[in-house]
């Protein structure tokens, strides 16, 4: 979860909220935290290693509904690969001089590619990488925000100040928009769910995963927030964006700290990308095998054709788009997909798990309201983010319900590759 989403989006947020940007944190947590019941619900009853997809087919049955939600949250996850990528070189750039600053795509691609390498070696290499890598960081960066905050204080937060990008927007509405980038921050949890079939005794620990993850991050995150308003002026903030942490630890530390941000911002990063990459091969791998994408076989003799089919659309996406952008297409990816969740389990599994329906109503409230703040501010600003969500959602629908049609019989069945009562379109 603590990869890109710390080191990159607070200048995102600070561009539309000013010095607001910490406490959109601790919005952004209590919107996930209602988003996380539906994930917790699921995980408990249908622990698998198809996680989000198991929970679309539980929820909608096999076809194009599925299908097409499956394969927003799979676009999501690749985004948010290529946007850790993008994360990782703008970090590993600051050691360089600033005309090396061209390489940043080069650099992006190269982590990538040893991201595969890594991946393809196994999970116990994976585990082992993971689970080393997520001390370094998660130490490190608690250790960069008690630090910063002790040295520089608390932020004198007054929300007096006006960021360009919000001047001709209704007042509050860049603070809803600016939580839908809180919740890009979190939304690495989802990728929790996809490890059901990996680990101990899935019914209770999956949910006990998905809390003790979102609360830790959310103390570091609002921590390292407040260190950063206190050692740079929003500004200075917004200007070094993409690699904020950096730049707020120099004046604060010295060289030495911002050197040290940037060790900890590549460990993260490249152990963010790591768990990514695995839980979405294993995501378009189990779409596969339930023929509602075209069989990864056919693509040729390679060992694991869905990790190389999503490192290769990571790279794409990588060489296309700035950080803003891919972070910006990753949210409304993301919170499309997070409303279906919250319906089919509200609408179609009352029977089958235990839950409290007004919880996913209000998750779904919330992911609408901050969806539609976000849009209004990205069709102000930066129109050609939504153009580009749209044709990637319309090429999503349209490829997936031919592809539904090209295997339903003349009855309408669906032999889907798994075990239904429902192979109904």
């Known amino acids: 979860m603590i990869g890109a989403g710390i080191f990159v989006l607070m200048g995102q947020m600070a561009e539309l909220v000013g010095d607001l940007f910490p406490i959109v944190f601790i919005a952004g947590a209590v919107v996930v935290g209602f988003s996380a019941y539906s994930y917790v619900k699921f995980s408990n009853a249908f622990p698998s290693s198809g996680?989000?997809?198991?929970?679309?087919?539980?929820?909608?049955?096999?076809?194009?509904?599925?299908?097409?939600?499956?394969?927003?949250?799979?676009?999501?996850?690749?985004?948010?690969?290529?946007?850790?990528?993008?994360?990782?070189?703008?970090?590993?750039?600051?050691?360089?001089?600033?005309?090396?600053?061209?390489?940043?795509?080069?650099?992006?691609?190269l982590l990538l590619v040893a991201v595969y390498i890594v991946n393809i070696l196994g999970n116990k290499v994976i585990g082992t990488t993971a689970t080393f890598t997520a001390v370094i960081k998660v130490l490190g960066i608690a250790l960069l925000a008690i630090a910063g905050l002790l040295v520089s204080g608390f932020a004198n937060i007054t929300g007096n100040y006006i960021p360009k990008n919000t001047e001709a927007l209704p007042q509050g509405v860049g603070f809803?928009?600016?939580?839908?980038?809180?919740?890009?921050?979190?939304?690495?949890?989802?990728?929790?769910?996809?490890?059901?079939?990996?680990?101990?005794?899935?019914?209770?620990?999956?949910?006990?995963?998905?809390?003790?993850?979102?609360?830790?991050?959310?103390l570091i995150y609002v921590a390292l927030a407040l260190a950063v308003a206190g050692g740079l002026s929003i500004p200075e903030i917004i200007k070094?964006?993409?690699?904020?942490?950096?730049?707020?630890?120099?004046?604060?530390?010295?060289?030495?700290?911002?050197?040290?941000?940037?060790?900890?911002?590549?460990?993260?990063?490249?152990?963010?990308?790591?768990?990514?990459?695995?839980?979405?091969?294993?995501?378009?791998?189990?779409?596969?095998?339930?023929?509602?994408?075209?069989?990864?076989?056919?693509?040729?003799?390679?060992?694991?054709?869905?990790?190389?089919?999503?490192?290769?659309?990571?790279?794409?996406?990588?060489?296309?788009?700035?950080?803003?952008?891919?972070?910006?297409?990753?949210?409304?990816?993301?919170?499309?997909?997070?409303?279906?969740?919250?319906?089919?389990?509200?609408?179609?599994?009352?029977?089958?798990?235990?839950?409290?329906?007004?919880?996913p109503l209000i998750a779904i409230i919330m992911d609408a309201v901050v969806l539609s703040a976000f849009l209004y501010v990205k069709y102000i600003n930066d129109p050609l983010v939504i153009i580009v969500a749209a044709i990637g959602i319309i090429l999503i629908l349209i490829s997936e319900r031919f592809f539904m049609i090209s295997h339903t019989d003349d009855n309408g069945n669906m032999p889907m590759g798994m075990e239904t009562n429902n192979n109904k379109t």
């Open 240 to 359: 070094a964006k993409d690699y904020a942490l950096a730049a707020a630890a120099k004046p604060v530390f010295g060289e030495w700290g911002s050197w040290i941000t940037i060790a900890i911002a590549i460990v993260a990063t490249f152990s963010g990308v790591i768990a990514s990459v695995f839980a979405a091969s294993r995501l378009l791998e189990m779409l596969s095998n339930m023929k509602q994408v075209p069989s990864l076989n056919k693509i040729g003799n390679f060992k694991n054709p869905a990790l190389l089919f999503t490192v290769s659309l990571a790279i794409l996406l990588t060489m296309l788009f700035d950080l803003t952008r891919i972070a910006s297409i990753g949210v409304i990816f993301y919170l499309i997909m997070d409303i279906a969740i919250h319906w089919g389990l509200f609408r179609h599994l009352k029977k089958e798990v235990d839950f409290h329906p007004i919880i």
């Open 176 to 218: 809803v928009a600016a939580l839908a980038l809180a919740i890009l921050a979190f939304k690495g949890f989802t990728t929790i769910t996809n490890q059901g079939g990996d680990i101990k005794d899935p019914h209770k620990n999956l949910g006990r995963s998905i809390v003790s993850s979102i609360v830790i991050c959310t």
């Open 51 to 109: 996680g989000v997809v198991k929970f679309l087919n539980k929820s909608y049955g096999p076809g194009t509904t599925t299908g097409v939600f499956s394969l927003l949250m799979y676009v999501s996850m690749v985004v948010s690969q290529s946007l850790v990528a993008g994360t990782f070189a703008a970090y590993t750039l600051r050691l360089f001089p600033e005309r090396f600053a061209g390489y940043a795509t080069i650099l992006g691609i």
